[in-house]
């Protein structure tokens, strides 16, 4: 089975930077892109990030030019590096791993910027 591990979210101030790690456990040795999302409260979840393993990025327009999304292929992880954050980019931040067995979600991890 595999399962995907969040670490790096946490309370930070207006401005502030957080990067976020998410990695894949189990039995899988390659994938086909993995991203994150995130749902604020009384939202809906949505699309903030995301990688293939050939390296084709894709971001919301809400965080270009602050995000980073990158990969280790090796690793089965994704990181986001979180920029000039601002207080509407709180909410859980859920990875996704989409593979040739279908996709997996990890259980979240709090992001709370301050104003």
């Known amino acids: 089975q595999v399962q995907l591990v969040e670490s790096g979210g946490g309370l930070v101030q207006a401005g502030g930077s957080l990067r976020l790690s998410c990695a894949a456990s189990?039995?899988?040795?390659?994938?086909?892109?993995m991203g994150w999302y995130r749902q604020a409260p009384g939202k809906q979840r949505e699309l903030v990030a995301s990688i293939t393993s050939g390296g084709y990025t894709n971001y919301a327009d809400s965080v270009k030019g602050r995000f980073t999304i990158s990969r280790d292929n090796a690793k089965i992880t994704v990181y986001l590096q979180m920029n000039s954050l601002r207080p509407e980019d709180t909410g859980v931040y859920y990875c996704r791993l989409e593979w040739g067995y279908g996709e997996v979600w990890g259980q979240g991890t709090l992001v709370t910027v301050s104003s």
């Open positions: 189990g039995r899988i040795f390659r994938f086909n892109a």
